[in-house]
Every structure is written in C-alpha cells, then in structure tokens.
C-alpha cells in the first residue's frame, strides 16, 4: 500500500468516525452517506454539526437542507426534511425541498407525499395543487391529476401554465370533453367562480384548445 493509500484511507476512517458520533450525539439526524461536496464540504459539516446539537431549530435545518440541495445531494436533503417533520413537526420550506428533491429523484410517491401535505397546510396555494396533479399525472393518475389542475385553474384562471397542465390532463382521459362538461355544471355551482368573467373565459378556451361543443350553462341565480 502506498504512503498516499494509507493517508486516504485514514482520512475516510476520521470521516466515518465524526458521522457515527454526530448520529450518536442526535439519533433523529440521518447520518450522511459519503457525498463530494467540493470545497463547500467543510460548510455541509459545520451546519451538519449545528444542526445534531439543535435537531428542531427550523432555521439550520433549512439551511442544511437548501446548501445539501444546490449542492445536488437530493437523497440527503429527502432524508434530512423526513427526519426533522418526524421529530420536530411540519415545515413548509422543508417540504417543498423535499418534494422537488424526490420528483427529481422520479420517486412520485414520496413526491405525491410531500405536495399532499402542502395542500393540506395551504389550499387555496394554486402551485401546491399543481405539483400534485403533476405527482399524479407522473404516476398514471390522469383522473386525481385533472382535479387538482381544475382547483389550481379556479385558484389562478389567468396563470397560463395552469391551463396548460389542465389541458395536458384532460387530453389524456378518455373522454375529455365529458369531463370538461361536468367541471362547467360544477363551476356553474359555485357563484364565487362562476360569476368571475376571468374563469368563464378561461373555460371557454379549454373548450376551444380542446375542440369541445359550447355548453349552456345557467348562470347561478342571484339573491
């Protein structure tokens, strides 16, 4: 073995041994598989430390978990945000790291987990119900997928991106234009959308993009 062999693999020893007692000092802190971090390495371990001495402080577990991330570590910043949420409670920027860490991951299960708990913290958030229609779409559920889009369509009628995926959903189902009808009698019914000018334009023009029939609708009655 050469002198330079033997200094790398004490090196990696020293390392091991400092994950195994921060994992000991904490056991709610994941311990970190080896990563290259480059030259930010020795920021990932300070915060990494800081973080094993005060495992619920909000503050540096997101900073940990944001440097982790644009470092490109995403199974570690999925790994870190599920500890803390288990032991700490819910954290909204927590999870919306570890939502865009497992859809690029492609783990859509976790990533269909994450925005589930998104929209239940903030439903009238039209990107938390985007991103789990997106969630669904990716794991063939064009049905649930077309739903979401529809509550994100009503949330921001004039967000184009939002027709789009809604578009996107409802060419996938079998019957898009049954569909688009029923969401139309299920605006009708709700007078704070239907009477919104914004939100008929924009059904009409799912209609056009998908070359659906005109639909009379009744408008709701007035008090």
Same mark, same amino acid.
């Given at each position: 073995m050469t002198a330079s062999s033997m200094m790398r693999g004490r090196g990696l020893w020293?390392?091991?041994l400092t994950s195994g007692l921060l994992a000991a000092g904490c056991d709610k802190t994941p311990e970190e598989p080896a990563f290259d971090y480059g030259v930010k390495a020795p920021m990932v371990r300070r915060l990494r430390e800081e973080l094993a001495q005060a495992p619920c402080d909000k503050a540096k577990a997101? %900073? !940990? &978990?944001?440097?982790?991330? @644009? /470092?490109?570590?995403?199974?570690? @910043?999925?790994?870190?945000?599920? %500890?803390?949420?288990?032991?700490?409670? #819910?954290?909204?920027?927590? +999870?919306?790291?570890?939502?865009?860490a497992h859809s690029q991951l492609e783990e859509h299960e976790l990533a /269909?987990?994450? &925005? @589930?708990?998104?929209?239940?913290?903030? $439903?009238?958030? &039209?990107? !938390?119900r985007v991103? +789990?229609?997106? *969630?669904?779409?990716? +794991?063939?559920?064009?049905?649930?997928a077309a739903e979401d889009f529809q509550e994100a369509f009503l949330l921001q009628p004039a967000a184009a991106q939002v027709r789009k995926q809604l578009?996107? &959903?409802? /060419?996938?189902?079998?019957? $898009?234009?049954? @569909?688009? *009808?029923?969401?139309?009698? %299920?605006?009708?019914?709700? =007078? #704070?959308?239907?009477?919104?000018?914004?939100?008929?334009?924009?059904?009409?023009?799912?209609?056009? #993009?998908?070359?659906? $029939? =005109? #639909?009379?609708?009744? %408008? =709701?009655?007035?008090?």
């Open positions: 020293a390392l091991g997101l %900073a !940990y &978990a944001q440097l982790i991330f @644009t /470092l490109k570590n995403l199974a570690q @910043t999925s790994r870190v945000s599920d %500890a803390f949420i288990a032991q700490c409670g #819910e954290h909204v920027a927590l +999870r919306q790291l570890s939502y865009t /269909l987990r994450d &925005a @589930t708990a998104l929209v239940n913290a903030q $439903p009238k958030n &039209a990107n !938390y991103w +789990r229609g997106m *969630s669904h779409s990716a +794991r063939g559920e064009n049905g649930p578009v996107m &959903a409802y /060419l996938k189902l079998e019957k $898009p234009c049954v @569909t688009l *009808s029923a969401f139309r009698r %299920a605006v009708a019914a709700r =007078p #704070e959308a239907a009477q919104s000018a914004e939100v008929q334009d924009g059904i009409k023009g799912l209609g056009d #993009e998908l070359s659906c $029939p =005109p #639909e009379a609708v009744a %408008a =709701p009655a007035k008090p």
